[in-house]
């Protein structure tokens, strides 16, 4: 079992309750709190919870409508509102933050919404989170979906797949397929054009990923803040230079501790990827 960790998720809509359900089941924290005004977060939590002797876990689930008990929190998930009010988003979801924010201490914020890229912008700009500790997860939910489709034309396993994601949402992803590969094998040197060129016009419409893919990816990079994996994840955060913009957001590698972003990465980049990228990243 992981350390005295907790993990909590603010919202308990299905984005938050896929989070919570794979953070529990991988026993990957001691504690998942979830969060939501509309009282919705106690149901949830004890769904989640009268499966653990089911599936085998024994992380500890709660749920409250109280801000305050985000206090010493690890890593702090922004996923969706219990009900129809679906992703936290525009001047209510800065609120939001804005209330929240005086709790959260250092800790980490992970965006777990595929509608979240502006208001990480925001965050970035209205409050005093530091750059670092922003982190947007759909690109992981994107990248799972693209690795489902090479497997399939590859006939491998997903596993048996390597990729990264780049750019902005909802149209100006950028896969750097010359980096890709599939069982340590570059993917060009596996796939043909025609089967690369098929796979790139259907990634462009995967994206958004469901409600348990961005759930399931907002787990996955919560796990690697509190682990310090030194594996790299494709995420969003406000770009501090990285292919030559400033400020806006957009999707790179990175690595994480405890802090949130200790590093991130610029992959190669053919000419005409490079042009995509800047006009989707507006540099």
């Known amino acids: 079992m992981p350390e005295?960790?907790?993990?909590?998720?603010?919202?308990a809509g299905e984005v938050a309750g896929a989070a919570a359900q794979a953070l529990a089941s991988?026993?990957?924290?001691r504690r998942v709190l979830i969060v939501d005004a509309n009282q919705g977060a106690a149901g949830k939590a004890l769904d989640i919870r009268q499966s653990g002797p089911i599936e085998g876990f024994h992380a500890s689930l709660e749920g409250t409508n109280d801000d305050s008990r985000l206090a010493g929190c690890d890593v702090c998930v922004i996923a969706d509102r219990f009900g129809a009010a679906g992703e936290w988003r525009g001047d209510e979801a800065l609120s939001m933050l804005t209330r929240i924010v005086p709790h959260l201490g250092d800790a980490p914020l992970v965006f777990a919404g595929a509608s979240q890229a502006d208001l990480i912008a925001n965050a970035a700009t209205e409050t005093s989170v530091r750059r670092a500790r922003l982190i947007g997860s759909s690109p992981e939910a994107l990248i799972s979906a693209i690795k489902a489709i090479v497997s399939m034309e590859a006939e491998c396993s997903p596993r048996d797949v390597m990729l990264t994601v780049l750019?902005?949402?909802?149209?100006?992803f950028v896969v750097p397929w010359g980096e890709a590969s599939i069982g340590g094998y570059a993917m060009p040197r596996v796939l043909s054009q025609v089967q690369l060129a098929r796979i790139e016009s259907r990634t462009a419409r995967l994206w958004p990923p469901g409600p348990y893919a961005l759930g399931a990816a907002a787990a996955l990079v919560a796990a690697a803040i509190l682990s310090g994996s030194r594996q790299?994840?494709?995420v969003l955060t406000p770009l501090?230079?990285?292919?030559?913009?400033?400020?806006r957001v957009g999707a790179i590698p990175a690595r994480f501790g405890r802090?949130?972003?200790v590093a991130t990465r610029v992959p190669e980049l053919d000419t005409r990827q490079r042009v995509r990228l800047q006009v989707a990243l507006g540099g």
């Open 26 to 29: 991988r026993d990957a924290v």
């Open 4 to 11: 005295m960790t907790t993990v909590a998720i603010v919202g």
């Open 167 to 172: 750019g902005a949402p909802p149209s100006g």
């Open 259 to 261: 802090p949130g972003i």
């Open 240 to 247: 501090g230079g990285e292919f030559g913009v400033k400020g």
């Open 232 to 234: 790299s994840f494709s």
